[in-house]
């Protein structure tokens, strides 16, 4: 391991130590607005005439083309709904603000599974080619459109994810393709380590762009990447913008927010700040006040530097809602008598980023983050007495204050090089320090070393990948033995990918992984009745997927998966408390094979007016005990979401419907040996009307969430959906 890290390390310093040659290039930047509303507009096509070099705006109307000579081009701008615009420019000039007028007209190539790919000596954490098919992108626009305010919401309707609520420390889980572990998370390509909350608590306001990494590795992202991983994309604005939201809801719940942003010579500026709030259901415990604040500023000196600081705060309470019995799935008096919350729940998140394109050919890029989790548990209880004979709640018991900080130190970098021009080399390395309170009091470090190389080949591309991460344990209480000062075995996951284009807007994707999954730390389980370790899963997947984007009828996106997981490990129900007296599950290991396709389809507009989506997962997943395989009925078989769009004469109409199938959801309550206890099996539908007034970027909207009032379950029974919920809102854009 010391060699491969040095011998790592010696490359990024020659490849740092290039001469450095700097190409004169230029770049055009620009907005496209609505000419009647002055509206920023998102998606918009943008190509040169005369050549295949194109792009489309973002969530707020910003394009941008690069590497360009310094002379004039012709952009032409066309979006379905809109008349095409064609716009003389000089590469290098300021930016300029492009008006379009709202009119049917003809695309000639539409784009719904991302853009043209970055460069990675632009963007260093892009994708292989090979991963298209496995990534699903969710745009600002569209978190609007579903009235997503929190990461977590946003991430809803995608296909194969499945969002499963508690009650309990963790809130949400979001999961792809079934699994039971929690999805990776990355922030600007910077992988974060022990995020907890933050999908739940962070808002959509700053965020441009969500991309998921469906598929079972994702080398670039994450310190395993093989549960998926979900990247968050800040905005950035290239001119002055200014937003301003207000909601308004059921259980009292407030959300609002202020987003500023600009341009100052060569600096970007981002500021926001936001206030959520909820008192949730009555007598459910349930409510929750939050602040959060996000700053971020960039500076750029032509196309060889960029310096990128920002800052993520939170400062918030949150009740642990309290479970709900039933007669079909009863909880224990004791369960009920628990008053769980945070208070104060704060999380800080600083993360900064410099690159250097050190010629055409090579970019470094260093980074840095910082996460201090400052968390109070109040735990409170019910007196349980007897009244007439039948056990009551009473009075509660003062509360017992637990503090649980955690603090993460980590630093990285990316070294990207072209040795040719059809072939990219990357090399990632990072590593972290974390001084962690989950399942006891923990010290530990972890290295990730990664190398990537792709090669274009035309109309073929392929990639190829390894990485290798070993964790070091300062201390460490797992609950049986007390491990300090000792590095654990290094693990390794590889990838091989190929991308081909079969004609001008259908590609092929293959994709090949294996590797390690490691087990939540401190995890345990009943072995013959006898606390012992789990064992880290080792797991082989392929996906095999096609896209295609029609101007006429939409576009197209099918995948084939299938994975092998041993001792895959899975929640039992069965709880326990360690010896440094935090509670925590019992896992299980398990040997899992599971195959399955996903689908997703986007229309284009049809009437002027009228866009959709679809996607669709299904899978099929057994396990094998004592030689007998039998289906594995605890993870969601069938995901499938459908929405409709509208925009008219000022309104705009969303609808989006989901539905889960029944799978066994036995999480925190302990049943019945063999009992299954069902969640899932819901319908889901939300929807949201709005009006922008003439000549003004202002919009009024109502919106329902879970309009047939599906007291669902994702998680385990005791914990409901709070269903049907009404808001009213105003949104505003400058």
């Known amino acids: 391991m010391k060699h491969v890290l040095k011998g790592i390390m010696c490359v990024v310093l020659l490849m740092a130590g290039i001469t450095v040659c700097w190409g004169q ?42 590497k360009l000579q310094q002379k004039e081009y012709t952009l032409i701008f066309t979006c379905i709904g809109f008349k095409p615009v064609e716009k003389k420019v000089t590469a290098g000039a300021a930016p300029l603000t492009v008006s379009i007028v709202p009119g049917f007209t003809e695309l000639t190539e539409v784009s719904v599974f991302g853009n043209k790919k970055e460069s990675p000596l632009i963007n260093t954490a892009v994708q292989p080619s090979a991963w298209e098919s496995s990534i699903t992108h969710i745009q600002a626009a569209d978190m609007q459109n579903i009235g997503a305010t929190n990461i977590a919401s946003a991430l809803k309707y995608n296909v194969g994810g499945n969002v499963t609520e508690q009650g309990r420390k963790r809130k949400e889980f979001y999961s792809v393709r079934g699994q039971m572990t929690n999805a990776d998370f990355a922030i ?63 259980f009292n719940t407030l959300h609002a927010e202020l987003t500023h942003g600009g341009k ?17 259901p009555k007598n459910r415990n349930a409510a929750e006040r939050a602040w959060n604040f996000f700053g971020k500023i960039s500076y750029s000196l032509k196309d060889w530097l960029n310096v990128e600081l920002q800052q993520f705060y939170i ?45 055409a050919n090579a970019t470094t890029e260093l980074r840095y983050y910082y996460i201090q989790n400052k968390e109070e548990w109040h735990n409170r209880t019910y007196v349980i007495a007897k009244v007439k004979g039948v056990q009551t709640l009473t009075s509660t018991i003062k509360d ?22 059809e072939n990219t080399l990357r090399i990632v390395g990072d590593y972290y320090k974390g001084d962690m309170w989950t399942n006891g009091a923990q010290r530990k470090s972890t290295l990730s070393g990664v190398i990537l190389d792709e090669h274009d080949f035309g109309k073929l591309s392929v990639n190829a990948g390894i990485k290798v991460l070993r964790d070091y344990y300062k201390y460490y209480n797992p609950g049986t033995a007390l491990i300090q000062n000792q590095w654990q075995p290094a693990y390794a996951n590889i990838s091989a990918g190929a991308a081909y284009k079969l004609c001008k807007n259908t590609t092929l994707n293959y994709i090949f992984n294996a590797g390690t999954v490691p087990v939540p730390d401190g995890s345990l389980q009943q072995v013959n009745g006898v606390a012992t370790t789990v064992n880290n899963e080792k797991r082989v997947s392929m996906d095999l997927g096609i896209t295609k984007q029609c101007k006429e009828a939409g576009d197209v ?8 997981r041993k001792n895959a490990f899975q929640y039992t129900g069965v709880l326990y408390t360690n010896t440094a007296g935090t509670q925590s599950e019992y896992l299980q290991n398990l040997d899992l094979k599971s195959y399955g396709v996903e689908f997703e389809y986007k229309s284009p507009v049809v009437l002027g007016f009228l866009s959709g989506f679809t996607n669709i997962m299904w899978q099929h997943t057994t396990t094998a005990t004592d030689g007998t395989t039998t289906k594995y009925l605890n993870v969601p078989d ?68 879970n309009a047939f009032d599906v007291r669902y379950a994702t998680m385990t029974p005791a914990y409901p959906d709070y269903g049907r919920k009404f808001s009213v809102g105003l949104r505003a854009s400058f």
Request: net charge neutral.
């Open 315 to 359: 400062k918030s309470m949150r009740e642990f809602a309290q479970v709900v019995s039933t007669a079909e799935y009863p909880v224990a008096i004791g369960t009920q008598s628990q008053i769980w919350k945070y208070d104060p729940l704060n999380l800080s998140l600083t993360q900064g980023k410099i690159k250097i394109k050190e010629s």
């Open 25 to 66: 290039t230029e770049t055009i930047k620009g907005t496209v607005v609505n000419e009647h509303t002055q509206a920023p507009l998102p998606n918009i096509s943008v190509r040169i005439k005369g050549s295949s070099l194109a792009t489309s705006t973002d969530s707020i109307g910003q394009f941008k083309l690069d």
């Open 188 to 250: 600007d390509g910077v992988s974060m380590y022990y995020f907890l909350e933050g999908p739940s608590a962070l808002s959509t306001s700053a965020i441009d762009e969500i991309e998921i990494v469906r598929s079972s590795n994702a080398l670039l992202y994450g310190y395993s990447g093989m549960n998926g991983v979900v990247n968050l994309k800040t905005k950035t604005f290239d001119k002055f913008h200014t937003d301003v939201a207000a909601e308004y809801g059921t």
């Open 638 to 705: 069938f995901i499938a979401s459908a929405g409709i769009n509208a925009q008219k004469s000022g309104f705009t109409f969303n609808a989006l419907g989901r539905f889960v199938n029944k799978y066994i959801g036995n999480r925190f309550i302990v049943t019945t040996p063999g009992q299954m206890v069902y969640v899932g099996n819901y319908f889901n539908l939300d929807a949201n009307l709005g009006y922008t007034l003439p000549k003004w970027p202002v919009t009024a909207y109502v919106k329902i969430v």
């Open 557 to 564: 996106s099918l995948t084939a998966f299938f994975s092998n």
């Open 264 to 280: 100052v010579g060569n600096f970007h500026y981002l500021l926001s700040a936001t206030r959520d709030q909820t008192d949730g």
């Open 400 to 421: 017992v204050v637990t503090q649980e900080p955690s603090f993460v130190n980590a630093v990285g970098f990316t070294q990207v090089w072209k040795p040719v021009s």
